[in-house]
């Protein structure tokens, strides 16, 4: 079998978004941001949200880890220390308040468990947390728009730019797994180890985000490391071989990544990471360069085997 990675055939499904997953959409935004109302010409209550200032003091020196500016808290909420809360109630904006708590004995600090504290406080705000309609009042305080009828339009063009941009990416892949099915590869011990160690820190990565490990996952989905990676193996070949045809295709067609190129790149993924590309320098070395420059040949292969295809839109 001859490389092939021209004239493919594929079928590229394509999803219109319905009028009910734009209104589905919008019942989930409704449930996920509460109306925040600043209350003015009363003193704070149980449930009110305040935003505030303070620093901590053990004795007259100020411990780390104690100190915040505009921090946000719902009193009665038990997020901070026993006692501290309940000092904040019958307050005015503008107060300043000395807030005396004692640590728990099993504090995670060892340095402050037991202790007796202050905290200095000032509050800047009190505001309630209420419910939307789905009006232009939720519109425009959420959506930037002027009228729900224009949130709804803005909304529903988002999602089906999501459904078509995943649809692409679907398509792409598995034209590229169709070009690598064709490549003849041998694949070495020591390359697909390395590959299911690459699926396993994956995995390690997308379970951290949950607050998992491992070990737990294992325990919840009563199974062990070992078969873990005997079920990582395919994802594993898939990727070793979809990478052996991608540079297979860098080379066959003398493609390249120039500086212009790479820089946005980079600057994309600032972005995606709320970073200024300054930020970002220090973080870039010769491996993540080399990560950053595959990325974008990969996007031009990617996009000579999706022109080069016979693709039926369904």
Not at 11 to 25: F, G, M, P, R, S
Not at 92 to 99: A, L, S
Request: net charge negative.
């Amino acid at each position: 079998m001859s490389f092939t990675y021209k004239g493919l055939s594929a079928q590229l499904d394509k999803h219109t978004v319905t009028d009910a997953e734009i209104d589905h959409q919008m019942q989930r935004l409704l449930q996920q941001t509460p109306r925040i109302t600043e209350v003015g010409g009363r003193p704070t209550q149980t449930g009110d949200e305040i935003v505030l200032d303070y620093a901590g003091f053990c004795g007259d020196e100020q411990f780390a880890g104690g100190t915040a500016e505009n921090q946000t808290l719902v009193l009665g909420s038990g997020m901070f220390i026993p006692g501290f809360e309940e000092q904040l109630v019958g307050k005015d904006v503008g107060d300043e308040v000395t807030v005396k708590v004692t640590f728990p004995e099993a504090y995670h600090s060892e340095a402050l468990a037991g202790k007796e504290a202050r905290f200095e406080c000032k509050i800047h705000q009190i505001r309630t947390k209420g419910t939307y309609e789905l009006d232009d009042t939720f519109a425009k305080e959420v959506g930037g728009c002027e009228t729900y009828e224009e949130m709804h339009r803005k909304l529903g063009e988002s999602l089906q730019a999501y459904s078509d941009e995943r649809g692409e990416m679907d398509l792409q892949d598995r034209l590229l797994r169709q070009a690598a099915d064709t490549l003849e590869l041998t694949i070495t011990d020591e390359q697909m180890e390395a590959a299911v160690e690459d699926q396993m820190n994956n995995l390690k990565s997308q379970l951290a985000q949950q607050g998992l490990n491992l070990e737990m996952y294992c325990s919840f989905m009563s199974t062990t490391v070992e078969e873990l990676r005997a079920e990582a193996r395919p994802a594993a070949e898939s990727a070793i071989r979809s990478q052996a045809a991608i540079d297979r295709i860098v080379e066959l067609e003398n493609l390249t990544a120039d500086e212009n190129e790479i820089n946005d790149a980079l600057a994309i993924i600032a972005r995606q990471n709320n970073m200024t590309s300054e930020q970002l320098k220090p973080c870039i070395d010769e491996e993540f360069e080399k990560a950053v420059t595959n990325s974008v040949l990969t996007g031009k292969v990617m996009a000579l085997i999706r022109e080069h295809a016979h693709v039926t839109v369904v």
